[in-house]
């Protein structure tokens, strides 16, 4: 086994080590030693060194908590689930482990740079039924954005175009004369020191349709690191958070039939968060 391990894993990871450590395990949990013989069609387990990751400042607000859901409202800049170079840091892998809810999984997901209700299952069991839900657009989503006011523009108005996102690249584009796949209903509510507070109602859920739409009517998100043009921030830099607020969701129970809404507890507009809200932050 130590032979095809290392012939497999070498490049990757620290082979000699992860055996001698017995990080190596197999189906069971028993060690994989270097002199085992081979066994085809084996699995084998181990859990890979992570990078050191800074503590993204903010407490994850547990909105609703139930047999079935869990619903909370995230701060800017954790990740919904964990992905590159996010993975302790992750709404995901935070509520596992306060929560002691092992199969918690997110019914949908956020940016790591928008904040507000994220809704998740707390078991595997639960996901078919609300997932459907979101699946057939039975859940209406509201936001909240700040963004530069334009005298000009008539509001409210439906933004509706085609946006595509390829696998690989940092950001979305708009692409014109493709069938429409992307939707939001954009109105002003408010003037907050110079900014309009815009409400945004998605029709649809494709990656980064809100901030693209914002853009597109030249009023984009304050404080978007990629849009009109994609800044270098620094993955530590938490002082400035994208003024989008995932601010309500709303649907009828796929399980119980009940009607159901959750509010976001943050409002705009957001401000920089402290790390010493975390449990065990600094001060």
Known sequence: MGAWLRHRLAEHVDVAGLLAAERLVDEDGRPVRDDDP??????????????????VPGVVHVVHRDERLVVVDKPPFLSTIPRGKHVLQSVVVRLRAELDLPELSPLHRLDRGTSGVLMLATEQRWRGPYQTAFERRAVDKTYRALAPLRPDLE?????????????????????????????????????????????????????????????????????????????????????????????????????????????????????????????????
């Not at 081979?38 to 503590?55: G, I, N, Q, S, T």
């Not at 509001?155 to 595509?164: E, G, K, S, Y």
Request: proline share 10%; charged share 25%.
């Open 155 to 283: 509001l409210p108005v439906v933004v509706r175009n085609h946006i595509r996102k390829v696998r690989g690249t940092v950001h979305a584009e708009v692409v014109p004369g493709a069938p429409v796949n992307a939707e939001t209903t954009v109105s002003l509510v408010d003037e907050v020191d110079g900014l309009g507070l815009y409400r945004l109602v998605p029709r649809t859920g494709r990656t980064h349709q809100l901030r693209l739409h914002l853009f597109g009517l030249g009023i984009p998100i304050v404080d978007d690191p990629l849009y009109p043009v994609g800044r270098d921030v620094a993955l530590d830099d938490f002082r400035h958070p994208m003024q989008l607020l995932a601010a309500e969701v709303a649907f009828t129970d796929p399980v119980d039939g009940r009607r159901r809404e959750f509010h976001a507890v943050r409002s705009l507009p957001l401000g920089a968060e402290r790390v010493s809200d975390l449990p065990g932050g600094a001060p």
């Open 38 to 55: 081979y066994r085809p069609a084996l699995h084998v387990w181990f859990h890979r060194d992570l990078p050191d990751e800074a503590a």
